[in-house]
């Protein structure tokens, strides 16, 4: 009985062991400690027309990945209708390349108060004429009032 025991025993310890390292295993694939998440958002009440916002700035550090969201009006609500009427989200580096990315294609279609529609846009170094280098997030007022 006592060798019964001592083999649970071990045989416990053993699949706790296989345990951590399918944990630690599939914990491969979560961000990392040295890895940075940031996560903003902003009203925008108030911008002059014409005034630019610099949103997020990593420099030097670039950015790997963002999904913008805005609600703006727009002559049409209706995916891939038309792009954001007063807002542009600029991309890229500050002083070097810095590119639209809110778009008509961005346009989801989606609007649950008249005159108002959403708009997504997930941004990638090098895809879609965003530069290969992202450090900074600039969003201008491209209307005629703040």
Do not use: Y
């Not at 649970?8 to 940075?36: D, F, K, M, W, Y």
């Not at 809110?102 to 649950?112: E, F, R, V, Y």
């Amino acid at each position: 009985m006592a060798r019964s025991g001592r083999t649970t025993t071990i045989g416990l310890l053993i699949a706790l062991a296989a345990v951590i390292v399918v944990s630690l295993a599939q914990g491969a694939t979560a961000i990392r400690p040295n890895q940075e998440v940031i996560s903003e958002s902003a009203l925008l009440t108030g911008l002059g027309a014409g005034a630019a916002f610099p949103f997020i700035d990593t420099t030097p550090r670039p950015i790997v990945r963002a999904h913008i969201a805005v609600t703006d009006p727009t002559t049409t609500c209706a995916a891939g209708g038309t792009a954001p009427a007063n807002i542009q989200v600029l991309v890229g580096q500050a002083g070097v390349s810095l590119v639209n990315v809110m778009t008509a294609s961005t346009n989801t279609g989606i609007s649950t108060t008249p005159g108002q529609c959403v708009f997504h846009v997930t941004v990638r170094p090098g895809v879609g004429g965003v530069a290969e280098k992202i450090t900074d997030i600039v969003i201008v007022n491209a209307g005629a009032a703040p």
